[in-house]
């Protein structure tokens, strides 16, 4: 009996114009949603590769200085020396021997690798810098360019797959189902239907079937096909597991608001009322729900301000100066590059201007450890508040799934400060010794390696979303049928 | 075969029917009559369990049919007022969803096409679809689908009204051919003239109650309309 209605009901979408229409919508939606997801992650991952590219040619030349300095010291003789601030090139030690300048003239870049299906969800990456320049100096530096104060955002900007599915899918969805009794009974097909041994919970189940299997197939459809055509590492089988992560939520969340249509429907009234009872749910759940838990979490965990930042930094870099001594001191210490050649001052004044660095990042570090407190806290409210609406849920699994997610990036913060820090220890120790560079120390430089989070930490994140998914869709399959035994058959 | 058993069905505080019995055997064609809301709709309803009793049974072929529903529906066919189909069907495609929903999945392409010729529908309009049909083809194809599905027992609610005298008359001889066939037919009618042809007995309703069954053969139409009229004083 189900496989008849199922195929009745998907003969008469078949021969009505609104699947059709729906369906072209879809694959326009998500094929546009696709290219804009690929061009972002390329368009990062070009970024990326270009500014390393940049600073690693800057130190291969440098690295070549030094290779022909230490050439004609072994045609000539000598020792292999330290340069002060050399700027008579060809003359004594090339710069690239002194420690300090290439710390920090020169950067090393973290990049957060991208997933496989990064394209799928670019979430918050449009606000998260996926590189970011590691060099001495200061921390502030590093993440001058960053989005810091609103690490959390709901409200999800980009065109991606992840909004077709969070905000379009669900519209489809109940245009397709938002009439599912009403229509019949309206139409007066429902009653010749009752009068045959069917009850309206089968037929209910069977239409629901019908509708959602077109729909699922040719959303998985779609999703398949743009990760085949914009995702990545499509050889790795964390791409896959990760993509089944992402059909599962999609399939609970699509479920969903199927549920939804039926809970409307059993209440018996007509197809207007139906309708604008799930627009409104959708406003609620979707758009409303949403942005005021992110602006719950901003106004809660407000993150200190990058102006606070700055004067802060301000702050420290004048305490700093005010220790130096003279006017002319002073002069110097900003202005490094015009001392004289062979001056003893410019070897203190390096010195002094790393000390400097070093008290400025001391009195910068309770701000950043701010930033990174405000930023958990807003992430934990939100997911604390995730239950309150679906298209949270379904928000924070596919940024998880897609590896976009808030959290991924904070550890990916963490391990990048950490680079720096190894970075700076590298070259201030070596500097602060008056220790030269050979160029085979240039092979041993520090390297970023990203260390991918544990896949418990992933799926321990993924729990919350899911599992909150799936309670829903039981709830919602579970609270009409009570209302079901109540249906008025008879129209009145 | 239909058989009401001291049947009541309020609606809140207002009584639909008050203790109605009634019994349609095989070859009967029992008319309902009785004023606008005396309650025919209403016991159509309960043996198609479409509303729950208040108190009391409906019973098709023996079976309670609020207690067993999905049993008793394999042997009712129900025409209402209006057939409704599938306006983005043809009636060959409404007439075998509606005979496989019922439970007959044996039928070939011609039997269906037999069903639509036997209750008069023109071969080219059954494979039309059926937006296109006018209500006396709608009606017909109503009458098919009882066919296709065997029905025991028919529940019509004023199935010919609407429609004109000659589509009115080919009705008729249908049911009268079903009750050939051996089917009990409970139809609610305003038409005391079809009531008379067509009918075997005669069941005169007024709020909720039966107040008198007759045969047909025992009176003329004269004597129908005048005791109908008394009543509905
Ligand atoms: N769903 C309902 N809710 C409330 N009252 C109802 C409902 N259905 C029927 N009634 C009432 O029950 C009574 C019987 O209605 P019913 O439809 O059975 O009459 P009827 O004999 O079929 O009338 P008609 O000749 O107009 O079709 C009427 O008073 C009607 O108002
Ligand atoms: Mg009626």
Same mark, same amino acid.
């Given at each position: 009996?189900?496989?008849?209605?199922?195929?009745?009901?998907?003969?008469?979408?078949?021969?009505?114009?609104?699947?059709?229409?729906?369906?072209?919508?879809?694959?326009?939606?998500?094929?546009?949603?696709?290219?804009?997801?690929?061009?972002?992650?390329?368009?990062?991952?070009?970024?990326?590769?270009?500014?390393?590219?940049?600073? +690693?040619?800057?130190?291969?030349?440098?690295?070549?200085?030094?290779?022909?300095?230490?050439?004609?010291?072994?045609?000539?003789?000598?020792?292999?020396?330290?340069?002060?601030?050399?700027?008579?090139?060809?003359?004594?030690? !090339?710069?690239?021997?002194?420690?300090?300048?290439?710390?920090?003239?020169?950067?090393?870049?973290? %990049?957060?690798?991208?997933?496989?299906?990064?394209?799928?969800?670019?979430?918050?990456?449009?606000?998260?810098?996926?590189?970011?320049?590691?060099?001495?100096?200061?921390?502030?530096?590093?993440?001058?360019?960053?989005?810091?104060?609103?690490?959390?955002?709901?409200?999800?900007?980009?065109? +991606? @797959?992840?909004?077709?599915?969070?905000?379009?899918?669900?519209?489809?969805?109940?245009?397709?189902?938002? +009439?599912?009794?009403?229509?019949?009974?309206?139409?007066?097909?429902?009653?010749? @239907?009752?009068?045959?041994?069917?009850?309206?919970?089968?037929?209910?189940?069977?239409?629901?079937?019908?509708?959602?299997? %077109?729909?699922?197939?040719?959303?998985? =459809?779609?999703?398949?096909?743009?990760?085949?055509? %914009?995702?990545?590492?499509?050889?790795?089988?964390?791409?896959?597991?990760?993509?089944?992560?992402?059909?599962?939520?999609?399939?609970?969340?699509?479920?969903?608001?199927?549920?939804?249509?039926?809970? %409307?429907?059993?209440?018996?009234?007509?197809? $207007?009322?139906?309708?604008?009872?799930?627009? =409104?749910?959708?406003?609620?759940?979707?758009?409303?729900?949403?942005?005021?838990?992110?602006?719950?979490?901003?106004?809660?965990?407000?993150?200190?301000?990058?102006?606070?930042?700055?004067?802060?930094?301000?702050?420290?870099?004048?305490?700093?100066?005010?220790?130096?001594?003279? $006017?002319?001191?002073?002069?110097?210490?900003?202005?490094?590059?015009?001392?004289?050649?062979? +001056?003893?001052?410019?070897?203190?004044?390096?010195?002094?201007?790393?000390?400097?660095? $070093?008290? @400025?990042?001391?009195?910068?570090? !309770?701000?950043?450890?701010?930033?990174?407190?405000? $930023?958990?806290?807003?992430?934990?409210?939100?997911?604390?508040?995730?239950?309150?609406?679906?298209? @949270?849920?379904?928000?924070?699994?596919?940024?998880?799934?897609?590896?976009?997610?808030?959290?991924?990036?904070?550890?990916?913060?963490?391990?990048?400060?950490?680079?720096?820090?190894?970075?700076?220890?590298?070259?201030?120790?070596?500097?602060?010794?008056?220790?030269?560079?050979?160029?085979?120390?240039?092979?041993?430089?520090?390297?970023?390696?990203?260390?991918?989070?544990?896949?418990?930490?992933?799926?321990?994140?993924?729990?919350?979303?899911?599992? =909150?998914?799936?309670?829903?869709?039981?709830?919602?399959?579970?609270?009409?049928?009570?209302?079901?035994?109540?249906?008025?058959?008879?129209?009145? | 075969?239909?058989?009401?058993?001291?049947?009541?069905?309020?609606?809140?505080?207002?009584?639909?029917?008050?203790?109605?019995?009634?019994?349609?055997?095989?070859?009967?064609?029992?008319?309902?009559?009785?004023?606008?809301?005396?309650?025919?709709?209403?016991?159509?309803?309960? &043996?198609?369990?479409?509303?729950?009793?208040?108190?009391?049974?409906?019973?098709?072929?023996?079976?309670?049919?609020?207690?067993?529903?999905?049993?008793?529906?394999?042997?009712?066919?129900?025409?209402?007022?209006?057939?409704?189909?599938?306006?983005?069907?043809?009636?060959?495609?409404?007439?075998?969803? &509606?005979?496989?929903?019922?439970?007959?999945?044996?039928?070939?392409?011609?039997?269906?096409?037999?069903?639509?010729?036997?209750?008069?529908?023109?071969?080219?309009?059954?494979?039309?679809?059926?937006?296109?049909?006018?209500?006396?083809?709608?009606?017909?194809?109503?009458?098919?689908?009882?066919?296709?599905?065997?029905?025991?027992?028919?529940?019509?609610?004023?199935?010919?009204?609407?429609?004109?005298?000659?589509?009115?008359?080919?009705?008729?001889?249908?049911?009268?051919?079903?009750?050939?066939?051996?089917?009990?037919?409970?139809?609610?009618?305003?038409?005391?003239?079809?009531?008379?042809?067509?009918?075997?007995?005669?069941?005169?309703?007024?709020?909720?109650?039966?107040?008198?069954?007759?045969?047909?053969?025992?009176?003329?139409?004269?004597?129908?309309?005048?005791?109908?009229?008394?009543?509905?004083?």
């Amino acid at each position: 009996m189900y496989r008849l209605i199922v195929s009745h009901e998907t003969r008469l979408l078949a021969r009505t114009g609104a699947l059709w229409a729906i369906l072209l919508l879809l694959v326009f939606a998500i094929g546009f949603a696709a290219l804009a997801g690929g061009r972002s992650v390329t368009r990062q991952a070009k970024g990326a590769a270009d500014a390393a590219a940049f600073e +690693d040619g800057v130190r291969a030349r440098m690295q070549a200085d030094t290779e022909a300095y230490a050439a004609r010291l072994a045609a000539s003789g000598g020792t292999y020396e330290f340069a002060t601030v050399d700027h008579v090139p060809g003359r004594g030690p !090339p710069q690239g021997t002194n420690a300090g300048v290439v710390g920090a003239e020169t950067a090393a870049y973290v %990049v957060l690798p991208p997933t496989g299906l990064a394209a799928l969800s670019i979430g918050q990456s449009d606000i998260q810098l996926r590189y970011l320049p590691a060099s001495m100096g200061t921390t502030l530096d590093m993440v001058k360019n960053l989005e810091i104060e609103n690490p959390v955002n709901l409200r999800t900007g980009p065109f +991606d @797959i992840a909004f077709v599915v969070i905000f379009l899918l669900p519209i489809f969805i109940l245009a397709l189902t938002y +009439d599912l009794l009403s229509s019949e009974k309206e139409r007066g097909t429902l009653a010749m @239907i009752l009068a045959h041994p069917v009850s309206l919970r089968e037929l209910l189940a069977s239409k629901i079937v019908a509708r959602a299997s %077109v729909m699922l197939a040719v959303v998985m =459809g779609l999703g398949l096909l743009a990760l085949l055509g %914009v995702g990545t590492q499509l050889d790795q089988v964390e791409t896959w597991l990760r993509f089944g992560l992402w059909l599962l939520a999609t399939l609970l969340y699509s479920l969903f608001w199927f549920l939804l249509a039926v809970l %409307v429907n059993v209440h018996g009234r007509s197809s $207007a009322t139906n309708g604008i009872m799930l627009a =409104g749910t959708w406003l609620i759940l979707v758009v409303i729900v949403p942005t005021l838990v992110s602006l719950l979490a901003t106004t809660l965990y407000p993150a200190p301000s990058r102006m606070d930042l700055i004067v802060a930094a301000r702050e420290a870099q004048t305490a700093g100066e005010k220790g130096m001594g003279d $006017a002319l001191d002073r002069f110097y210490a900003e202005h490094l590059d015009q001392l004289p050649a062979g +001056d003893q001052r410019a070897m203190d004044f390096l010195t002094l201007s790393q000390a400097n660095a $070093a008290s @400025i990042e001391k009195a910068l570090l !309770p701000l950043y450890q701010q930033f990174r407190e405000q $930023a958990l806290h807003q992430e934990a409210l939100v997911q604390r508040f995730q239950y309150l609406s679906p298209a @949270i849920m379904m928000q924070l699994a596919l940024n998880e799934a897609s590896g976009t997610s808030t959290a991924r990036y904070q550890d990916f913060l963490d391990q990048a400060y950490r680079f720096r820090g190894e970075w700076n220890d590298y070259f201030a120790s070596r500097f602060l010794a008056r220790s030269p560079l050979r160029p085979e120390d240039y092979d041993r430089f520090p390297r970023f390696e990203y260390v991918p989070e544990p896949a418990a930490a992933v799926m321990a994140r993924l729990a919350g979303p899911l599992a =909150g998914l799936l309670l829903l869709c039981i709830g919602m399959a579970l609270l009409p049928l009570r209302q079901l035994r109540r249906y008025q058959v008879a129209a009145r | 075969m239909l058989e009401a058993i001291e049947l009541k069905k309020s609606y809140g505080s207002h009584e639909a029917l008050k203790g109605l019995n009634l019994r349609v055997g095989a070859g009967d064609i029992y008319c309902l009559l009785g004023a606008n809301g005396a309650g025919k709709t209403t016991t159509i309803n309960l &043996f198609l369990n479409f509303v729950t009793p208040t108190s009391g049974e409906a019973r098709v072929n023996g079976i309670d049919a609020n207690a067993d529903p999905l049993q008793t529906k394999r042997y009712l066919a129900y025409i209402p007022e209006q057939v409704m189909l599938y306006g983005n069907l043809s009636g060959l495609e409404n007439l075998e969803y &509606f005979a496989r929903l019922g439970g007959h999945d044996g039928y070939s392409a011609d039997d269906y096409r037999g069903f639509l010729q036997r209750v008069g529908l023109q071969e080219d309009a059954a494979a039309r679809r059926v937006k296109t049909y006018s209500k006396g083809m709608r009606q017909k194809v109503g009458v098919a689908i009882a066919l296709a599905k065997q029905a025991r027992a028919l529940l019509l609610d004023e199935p010919t009204s609407g429609l004109d005298p000659k589509a009115s008359n080919e009705f008729s001889e249908l049911l009268l051919q079903l009750k050939g066939e051996g089917a009990a037919i409970l139809m609610a009618t305003h038409d005391l003239f079809r009531a008379k042809e067509t009918g075997t007995r005669i069941g005169i309703m007024r709020s909720g109650r039966l107040v008198q069954e007759l045969s047909t053969d025992e009176v003329s139409h004269a004597d129908l309309e005048r005791i109908y009229l008394e009543h509905m004083r």
